[in-house]
């Protein structure tokens, strides 16, 4: 082709639009720049997803260790702040969180052992009387038939014997990677109570200088409203352990003080948690109590749910860690998704400190962010939505005025 040639060939595109791309229907351009952009998108996040899934063994400690110190680490700068030296408030903190909680948890393994016989004799007590309104109730099975249910049954464990024992083994692996990820959580939990501050600044080196200041503003903010998180969290467990404990107690349900702390654990996973673990005390109820103390079990349940919904947590979650309900329940479901039950737990943490965080990032004051996020003032929406304005007329619109629009261009 000579320069002739592609000379009227540049003319003909210049007549035709200017550039090749200009025969594309805008939609269908603007369609394809989306779908590229969110293919790139999609592609990220899968491989995260991929990358925790590989490295769970690592990053769940280091989720529960961090979610720790969130709530330890007050009581060490308190303790500092008296005088104590940091190393020496980090290791009186930790050991008495930790017979803290070996202390509760021995009481409660020993008043489940102490309750479980009686249990039992309730449970056999409540299946002999399931099996006479089988015979005896509308159904009328014979007696025949249930002992033959019950052969099956039995029939069924001992053909799945080899399956059993398997689990077990499988078990005692379980067992093992839980004691590892234990000792790996405190090992780096002790670091982030000693020095949680220089481990941070020294990580946000890799961040460019002039972002350098803005990140690490970002991650105290973050962090900050994880401590506040953790401590409300810790109190409305604390009552809703509390409330259906009592009410068990006082209907006289067996296992009340160990189903009381299952609820406090299930707290920590917003929503949710409370209630399922809360319904594990309607099934014990029900079968050692009857029809009538179970409904009246459930309705202590979703009494201490509505309590913890409209007045605890609003009254005890500052505006910097109250998420959306829709947020929450996605966290949830994909951290169960992505690292089972500690996935939860963690989940909601997680979108807590980066809600803030990111909020900061984009602020052009984060400070100031930040204190309008605390401001508990029921005029202020917590979810603010305003109607989009007029869009901005398209150049193939008949009244589009080239000039006005020129004027808001950068040089």
Same mark, same amino acid.
């Given at each position: 082709m000579n320069a002739n040639e592609q000379r009227s060939d540049t003319a003909a595109v210049t007549q035709g639009g200017g550039h090749p791309s200009a025969s594309v229907h805008p939609v269908v351009r603007v369609a394809a720049e989306w779908t590229w952009r969110l293919l790139v998108i999609f592609a990220g996040l899968l491989t995260l997803g991929y990358i925790v899934t590989r490295l769970d063994t690592v990053l769940i400690p280091v989720g529960l260790a961090l979610l720790s110190s969130a709530l330890l680490v007050p009581l060490v700068d308190w303790l500092q702040g008296k005088g104590v030296p940091r190393s020496a408030a980090v290791l009186v903190v930790l050991i008495g969180s930790i017979g803290i909680v070996a202390g509760i948890m021995t009481f409660v393994v020993e008043q489940f052992i102490e309750g479980l016989p009686g249990l039992t004799e309730q449970f056999e007590a409540s299946v002999t009387q399931i099996q006479g309104w089988l015979t005896d109730g509308p159904l009328h099975f014979s007696e025949d038939q249930i002992r033959q249910a019950g052969d099956s049954v039995v029939k069924s464990i001992?053909?799945?014997?080899?399956?059993?024992?398997?689990?077990?083994?499988?078990?005692?692996?379980?067992?093992?990677?839980?004691?590892?990820?234990?000792?790996?959580?405190?090992?780096?939990?002790?670091?982030?109570?000693?020095?949680?501050?220089?481990?941070?600044?020294?990580?946000?080196?890799?961040?460019?200088?002039?972002?350098?200041?803005?990140?690490?503003?970002?991650?105290?903010?973050?962090?900050?409203?994880?401590?506040?998180?953790?401590?409300?969290?810790?109190?409305?467990? %604390?009552?809703?352990?509390?409330?259906?404990?009592? +009410?068990? *107690?006082?209907?006289?349900? !067996? &296992? @009340?003080?160990? =189903? #009381?702390?299952?609820?406090?654990?299930?707290?920590?996973?917003?929503?949710?948690?409370?209630?399922?673990?809360?319904?594990?005390?309607?099934?014990?109820?029900?079968?050692?109590?009857?029809?009538?103390?179970?409904?009246?079990?459930?309705?202590?349940?979703?009494?201490?749910?509505?309590?913890? %919904?409209?007045?605890?947590?609003?009254?005890?979650? +500052?505006? *910097?860690?109250?998420?959306? !309900? &829709? @947020?929450?329940? =996605? #966290?949830?479901?994909?951290?169960?998704?992505?690292?089972?039950?500690?996935?939860?737990?963690?989940?909601?943490?997680?979108?807590?400190?980066?809600?803030?965080?990111?909020?900061?990032?984009?602020?052009?004051?984060?400070?100031?962010?930040?204190?309008?996020?605390e401001v508990d003032d029921p005029a202020v929406p917590l979810y603010p939505a305003e109607a989009d304005g007029p869009h901005p007329p398209h150049p193939s619109d008949p009244h589009f005025d080239d000039t006005a629009q020129t004027h808001d261009r950068p040089e």
């Open positions: 001992q053909d799945n014997r080899q399956q059993l024992t398997s689990g077990a083994l499988t078990t005692a692996t379980v067992v093992g990677e839980i004691f590892t990820g234990a000792l790996l959580t405190l090992f780096t939990l002790i670091f982030f109570l000693y020095g949680g501050s220089q481990i941070w600044e020294f990580v946000t080196r890799l961040v460019p200088t002039a972002s350098r200041r803005r990140v690490r503003l970002a991650g105290s903010q973050g962090f900050g409203s994880l401590i506040g998180y953790v401590r409300a969290t810790v109190a409305v467990a %604390a009552a809703d352990a509390i409330g259906i404990g009592a +009410g068990l *107690a006082i209907l006289g349900v !067996p &296992l @009340a003080l160990p =189903l #009381a702390s299952l609820v406090f654990i299930g707290a920590f996973i917003p929503i949710v948690g409370a209630f399922l673990t809360g319904f594990l005390a309607v099934l014990v109820a029900l079968v050692t109590k009857g029809f009538l103390t179970a409904l009246i079990v459930l309705g202590i349940i979703i009494g201490v749910m509505q309590l913890e %919904a409209h007045v605890l947590q609003p009254l005890l979650l +500052g505006r *910097a860690v109250r998420l959306h !309900p &829709l @947020a929450v329940v =996605l #966290a949830i479901t994909t951290g169960i998704v992505l690292a089972g039950i500690v996935g939860g737990l963690l989940a909601v943490p997680i979108v807590a400190l980066l809600n803030t965080a990111v909020r900061s990032l984009m602020s052009a004051d984060p400070d100031a962010t930040y204190d309008a996020l």
